[in-house]
C-alpha cells in the first residue's frame, strides 16, 4: 500500500486539515456565522463575560435561537469592527460608543434605526442617550454612562503628604512633585494605546476654551486658537516632569503589567480614566485594587473658561445592525429588564443609564456612586475626542498626543496636525 | 541524471518502472490551444480574482480620498494621496528602518545562520537536536512571538531584566519603550525567529555540494580555509542570493510582529510600511491613502524584485541548476 491516503493515520491527518481549512474559510472576519444572531462585545474578562454569556444563553434557550457570542479587547474590536464595516457585513449586535465613528457607520447605511422601536427606552436616562442620537434619530441602546475623572490612591497621596485633591492645575503639577520626591510614580498611563493620554489634552482643551470654545473650533476646524496651544504647552510641561510609570511609552491600558494594572497594585498614584477604572483595576492586577481608591474632576487652569463641573465622558452601548433580525430589539431590552440590569450593575460595577436609579441598584458600589454624583451635578458633558469626531480626526488626535507627551511635537504641531485633518475631511 | 541508475519502483504497479529506460513516446506536435486553455483556466482565474483583481483596484482607489463605507469611491483627488504620502514624515520613516533592518539582516542575521549552517554540517553527537531547536522559533506565528517577547520584555517583571538583575546589573533598559533601541529589540527579535529557517537553507545548499570536490582539494593540498573561500562559498552562491532576496522581500512586508510587540510605537519609533498602511486604512478609515501607501510596497517590492532577478540571479536562473536536464 504505497498510496499515502490509503494509512488509517494519514487519511485522520488529511480529515483534520480539511475540516481545519474549512472551518478557518467559515469564520471570516465579517461576523457571518451560522447562528441566528452574533454579537460582538468588548466586556472580555470576568465578571461581567460570564454575565453577558449567561444572558446570551438563557435569552437563546428561551426564544428557542442561538446566539454567537464573541467578547473582544477594545482596541482588537475597533480594529475588527473596522474591516466589517468596511466590508459592509456587520454583527447582528455590536458594541458602541456613539459619536462620529457611529455616525460614520449610519452614513454608510448599517446601522439600524432605533427610534421607536424599543419598548424599553423609557426607562432610561434621555441624557444617557445623547451620543447615540444622530440627526434626531437614536441608533444605539446605551446600557453604562458615566465620567473621566483621576482615580486615585489615598493612601500613596497621604504618604507624599498631599491632604488633599488638587483643585487647579498648579496645585496638581505640585502633587505631581510631592510624590515623585516621595518616590512613587505620580501617574500611571498607557502610552501605546495613545487614547488614554488624549483625556490629558482634551481636558486641558476643557479647562481653558471651555466646552463652547471646542465646540467652536470643531466647528470651523480650526484648532489654533490662544487656548489649545496653551493645553498644548500645559501637557507637554507636565509630560516633562517624567510623572509617569517606568515604560509608559510601551505600555497599554488592560494588560498585566498595563495601566489599570499598575493602579491596581499600588504602584502609581492615580489616573486619568472612566467610570470602568475601578473594575478594571482589579480584573487586570488579579488584586482587590487600593484600598482607599479617591476620585477628583480634573483640575481648573487659571484664567480659562471651564469649570470642574463640566465632564469628559461618555458610555457604553450596543447598535444593531441595519439587516439584524427582530430578536436582536428584543434582546437589546432583555438588558434592560430591572432583574438582568441590576445584575449587571452590581457584578460588574456598571454606572447605571436607568431613569430611576433607585429601583435598579438601591445600593450602589461606593465608586460607581461618585461617578453618579458627578453625572447628577453636571453642568456639561463633552464625549471621548476619538469617539465624538470622525476616525481620521479622533486618530490625529490620539497620534498627536502621544507625540506631544513623548516630545516629539510641539504644541504647534499638534495643533498644525489637527487642522490639517479637519481641512481634509471637510 | 543520468539513465544508468538502479531500476526504480513504479508507485502504481510496485514492480520496476521500466518506462524510463525506454525511449519517450513523444505525442507530435504541441497541445492543442483547448488542452492549454483548460488547464491554465482554473489557476488563471484564482489569480486574476485574488491577486491582480485587488492590486488593480488598490491603484485605481489609490486616486480618490475615500473611508470605505458604502459604495465605491467618488472623490477622484488625483495624484494628492501620493503627495501627501512623499512628505508624510511617518512613511519616509518606514523607509529608513525598512533599510536599517534590511542591512543588519543582511551583515548580522544571513552570516550567523551561514555560519551555524557550516557548524551543523559537520558530524557530531547531537546535531539533529541541535538543528532541529534551531528551526523551532520559525515554527510559531509572529504572533504569538510577539505575546512572549512582550512579557519577556515587560518593564516590571520581564525575564530580560531579571535577568540582568541577576547578574547584578540593576538597570531598566526600556526594551520597547525607549525609541532609541526599540528597533534593535525588533531586530532581535527578529533573528531569534528567522536564524533557524536560513540555516535550514544554508545547510541544504551546503549538503549540495559535492564531498568529491573537497576530496580532490585535499589532495592537491588545500587548507580548510582555502577549501572554504574557494569551493563553499562560490557553490553556495544560488543559496545565499536566494536567501537575501527572501529576506528582503520578508522585511517590505513586516508587519504581524511588530504590530502585536509595539504597535509601531513609541510615536512611530518601530512603524513599518504595513503597519502604517494598516493605521491609516482600518483605523482611521483612509482606505484611499491606504491603498497609495500600498501601491508604494508593491512597487518597491516589484522593483526590487525585477532589479535584483536580472542583476543578480540571472546566472542562476540560466546557469547549469535550474536547467539542468532540460534541454540537452
Known sequence: MRNPLLRPRALVAAGAAAALALSAAACG?????????????????????????????????????????????????????????????????FHTWGGGVLAEQVEAGLVQDLTGKLDCIDQINPIALEPYTIDGKLYGMPFDAGVVGFWYNMDLFAEAGIS???????????????????????????????????????????????????????????????????????????????????????????????????????????????????????????????????????????????????????????????????????????????????????????????????????????????????????????LYLDQAYPPAIGGVINEATEGLILGQLTPEDFVAMVNEAWAAEA | MTLKESPRVSPVTGRPDRSRGRKPARRSGRPGAGTLASFIAPGLVLFLLFVLLPVA??????????????????EFVGLENFRNMLQDEVFLGDLWRLGLIVVLSLLVQLPLSFGLAMLLHQRFPGRTAFRLLFFVPYVLTEAVTAVLFRLVFSPRRGFADSLLADLGIDAHVGWLSDRNIVMFVIFAILTWKFFGFHMILFLAGRQNIPDELYEAAAIDGATGAQAFRSITLPLMG???????????????????????????????????????????????????????????????????????????????????????????
Not at chain 1, 488633599?164 to 501617574?187: R, S, Y
Not at chain 1, 488614554?196 to 476643557?206: A, F, I, K, N, S
Not at chain 2, 491603498?291 to 508604494?296: F, G, H, P, T
Request: aromatic share 10%; net charge negative.
Open chain 1, 29 to 93: 472576519d465579517s461576523g457571518e456565522s451560522d447562528a441566528d444572531l452574533t454579537w460582538w462585545h468588548i466586556q472580555n474578562q470576568d465578571p461581567l463575560m460570564s454575565t453577558w454569556q449567561e444572558f446570551a444563553d438563557d435569552f437563546a434557550a428561551e426564544n428557542d435561537i442561538t446566539i454567537d457570542v464573541q467578547a473582544i479587547e477594545n482596541q482588537a474590536f475597533k480594529d475588527r469592527m473596522g474591516t466589517a464595516s468596511q466590508s459592509g457585513d456587520v454583527p447582528d449586535i
Open chain 1, 164 to 382: 488633599q485633591p488638587p483643585a487647579t492645575w498648579d496645585e496638581f503639577l505640585a502633587a505631581v512633585q510631592a510624590l515623585k520626591d516621595a518616590g512613587i510614580a505620580p501617574i500611571a498611563l498607557a502610552g501605546a494605546d495613545r487614547w488614554p493620554g488624549h483625556y490629558y489634552w482634551t481636558y486641558l482643551v476643557m479647562r481653558t476654551v471651555g466646552l463652547d470654545g471646542l465646540e467652536a473650533a470643531a466647528e470651523a476646524g480650526d484648532f489654533s486658537g490662544e487656548g489649545f496651544i496653551q493645553a498644548g504647552e500645559m501637557l507637554a510641561d507636565l509630560a516633562a516632569m517624567e510623572p509617569f510609570q517606568p515604560g509608559f511609552e510601551s505600555a497599554v491600558y488592560g494588560e498585566a503589567d498595563g495601566q489599570s494594572a499598575v493602579m491596581g497594585e499600588g504602584l502609581a498614584a492615580m489616573e486619568l480614566m472612566g467610570q470602568w477604572a475601578p473594575q478594571a483595576q482589579r480584573d487586570n492586577s488579579g488584586t482587590d485594587g487600593p484600598e482607599n481608591l479617591g476620585f477628583f474632576p480634573f483640575p481648573t487652569v487659571e484664567g480659562g473658561a471651564g469649570t470642574t463641573t463640566e465632564w469628559l465622558g461618555g458610555g457604553n452601548g450596543y447598535a444593531v445592525a441595519a439587516d439584524a433580525p427582530d430578536e436582536a430589539l428584543d434582546f437589546l431590552c432583555n438588558f434592560m429588564e430591572p432583574e438582568n440590569y441590576s445584575r449587571a450593575i452590581t457584578e460588574g460595577n456598571l454606572t447605571p443609564v436607568a431613569a430611576d436609579t433607585a429601583s435598579v441598584a438601591p445600593e450602589l458600589n461606593e465608586d460607581t456612586q461618585k461617578v453618579v454624583d458627578a453625572l447628577a451635578s453636571a453642568t456639561g458633558t463633552q
Open chain 2, 57 to 74: 483596484f488598490a491603484a485605481y482607489v489609490a486616486f480618490f480620498r475615500w473611508n470605505g463605507l458604502g459604495g465605491i469611491p467618488t
Open chain 2, 238 to 328: 544560488p543559496t545565499v542570493r536566494m536567501i537575501v532576496f527572501l529576506s528582503v522581500i520578508g522585511t517590505v512586508q513586516l508587519f504581524d510582529l511588530v504590530y502585536v510587540l509595539t504597535g509601531g510605537g513609541p510615536f512611530h519609533a518601530s512603524e513599518t510600511l504595513a503597519i502604517t498602511m494598516y493605521e491609516q486604512g482600518f483605523q482611521r478609515n483612509q482606505i484611499g491613502y491606504a491603498s497609495a501607501l500600498s501601491i508604494a510596497m508593491f512597487l518597491i517590492s516589484l522593483v526590487f524584485a525585477l532589479f535584483y532577478q536580472r542583476l543578480v540571479l540571472n546566472r542562476d536562473l540560466q546557469g547549469s541548476i535550474t536547467t539542468a536536464g532540460g534541454r540537452s
